[in-house]
C-alpha cells in the first residue's frame, strides 16, 4: 500500500490568514504522463466529503481560487490564500496511482 | 445535478452478509466509474473499490475475499456487498461517482450511511 501522511493533523486559523496542508506519500505519484495521481477532499462537519483539487494541482470545478495544490512526486501541500469560516473541517490527501489510499486527514479550526 | 443516494440494513449481525444498494439521480450511471467508501467512527476513509458501467471491477486487496460489487444499468443503480461482516467493518459507508479523466477523482458523494455490525 502507499501510505499518506499529512501534517499538521490539527491546524487553528484565523480568518483572513493564509494557511497550509503538507501531505506526503511513501512513493512518487508521478506517472509518465505527467500527471501527479493526488486529490485533496475536504469533509466539513456533518457531511460527506467533497473534492477541492485534483491531479495535485487543478481545482475542482465551483472550487474558490483561495485554494490552491502544488508539489510533485512525494510532497504536496494544499494552500488556503485566506481562510474563510466556511473552509472549517478535515481535509485529506488521497492517492489514486494504486488502490486509492487516504492521509489521516487534518482538522482545520476557525 | 447528480445525486447519490445509499440504502440498506443499518445493522447487521456478525458473521453476515452487509449489502448496500447506491441509487443514481439526475444523470445516467452510463460511462462512469461507481465506487464505495467507507469511514469507520473517528478514522480516516478507506477505499473499498469500484465498478465500471459495464460491470468491470477492481477491490481493495485488503478486502477483496470477501467484497462483491454488481451494477444494475436499467434501475441506474449499483450495489455492494461484503462477506462475513465482523465489528471492525462498522463504519459510514459512502457511494461515489468517479469524474472522467485524469486521476479520476472522486467529484459526487453520497450521504453516507451508518452500519452497524453487532
Redesign the interface.
Known amino acids: 500500500?502507499i501510505v499518506m501522511t499529512q501534517s499538521p493533523l490539527s491546524l487553528p486559523v484565523t480568518p483572513g490568514e493564509p494557511a497550509s496542508i503538507s501531505c506526503r506519500s511513501s512513493q512518487s505519484l508521478l506517472q509518465t504522463n505527467g500527471?501527479n495521481?493526488?486529490?485533496w477532499?475536504l469533509q466539513k462537519p456533518g457531511q460527506?466529503?467533497?473534492?477541492l483539487i485534483?491531479?495535485g494541482s487543478?481545482r475542482?470545478?465551483g472550487v474558490p481560487d483561495r485554494f490552491s495544490g502544488s508539489g510533485s512526486r512525494t510532497d504536496f501541500t494544499l494552500k488556503i490564500s485566506r481562510v474563510e469560516a466556511e473552509d472549517a473541517g478535515i481535509y485529506?490527501c488521497?492517492q489514486?496511482l494504486q488502490?486509492?489510499?487516504?492521509?489521516?486527514?487534518t482538522k482545520v479550526e476557525i | 445535478q447528480v445525486q447519490l443516494q445509499e440504502s440498506g440494513p443499518r445493522l447487521v449481525k456478525p458473521s453476515e452478509t452487509l449489502s448496500l444498494t447506491c441509487t443514481v439521480s439526475g444523470g445516467s450511471i452510463h460511462g462512469y466509474y461507481w465506487g464505495w467508501i467507507r469511514q469507520p467512527p473517528g478514522k480516516?476513509?478507506?477505499?473499498i473499490g469500484h465498478i465500471f458501467y459495464t460491470g468491470n471491477v477492481?477491490y481493495?486487496?485488503?478486502l477483496v475475499s470477501r467484497v462483491s460489487m454488481s451494477v444494475d444499468t436499467s434501475k441506474n443503480q449499483f450495489s455492494l456487498r461484503l462477506y462475513s461482516a465482523t465489528a471492525a467493518d462498522t463504519a459510514v459507508y459512502?457511494c461515489a461517482r468517479h469524474?472522467n479523466g485524469?486521476?479520476?477523482?472522486?467529484?459526487h458523494?453520497?450521504?453516507?450511511i451508518l452500519v452497524s455490525v453487532s
Open positions: 500500500d500527471y495521481h493526488l486529490d477532499y460527506s466529503p467533497q473534492l485534483y491531479s487543478i475542482a470545478s485529506y488521497m489514486a488502490t486509492r489510499t487516504f492521509g489521516q486527514g | 480516516t476513509l478507506e477505499y477492481n481493495n486487496p485488503s459512502y469524474q485524469g486521476t479520476y477523482p472522486i467529484d458523494w453520497g450521504q453516507g
